[in-house]
């Protein structure tokens, strides 16, 4: 007779495990190496993954209008330099802040790059992984919003001296 056909022979060559069938007989064997459940990101953490994106952003357009500001020939074109100065600080101290407590929350953002006029992200939240996208105008208003909320900040602290 073949080997194949003798007692549970026949299955030898054809054995076949699945992914999910490794991790199960991984888990019997090692008990103390239980996998965690997924956690999910937390509304917070989505308005952190969005500041993640925006700030850099306003930054850059803060920078912009700053350097349009130092060619102009305006009067009060000092004032207003100094002023987009202590924003930009403003906004890169909020980003620094947001980029360490994103690391210390182990989240990761990354830009994913599509045809489209969208804009695609994807971040990895503690072994979950999820792409999303954001449509320009959506992110035109939310700058705006985050910038009125600095610029009222500024101006707060401005009276109060």
């Known amino acids: 007779m073949s080997k194949k056909l003798e007692g549970n022979g026949r299955w030898e060559s054809s054995r076949m495990m699945l992914p999910q069938h490794?991790?199960?007989?991984?888990?019997?064997?090692n008990p103390d190496l239980e996998s965690k459940p997924?956690?999910?990101?937390?509304?917070?953490?989505?308005?952190m993954i969005l500041n993640s994106i925006l700030l850099p952003m306003m930054l850059t357009m803060v920078e912009r209008n700053g350097k349009e500001f130092e060619?102009?020939?305006?009067m009060l074109k000092r004032y207003y330099v100094a002023a987009t100065q202590i924003l930009m600080q403003r906004i890169h101290s909020e980003m620094v802040k947001n980029k360490n407590e994103l690391r210390a929350r182990k989240?990761?953002?990354f830009e994913d790059i599509r045809p489209d006029d969208d804009l695609h992200y994807k971040y990895l939240c503690r072994g979950y992984e999820y792409p999303f996208a954001i449509m320009r105008d959506v992110v035109k208003s939310r700058i705006s919003?985050?910038?009125g909320e600095f610029v009222?900040?500024?101006?707060?602290d401005m009276r109060s001296c």
């Open 22 to 29: 490794k991790e199960a007989l991984i888990n019997r064997q």
């Open 38 to 47: 997924v956690q999910k990101p937390t509304a917070e953490e989505h308005e």
């Open 71 to 74: 060619v102009s020939t305006n």
């Open 107 to 109: 989240i990761k953002v």
């Open 145 to 147: 919003i985050k910038m």
């Open 152 to 156: 009222k900040a500024l101006l707060n």
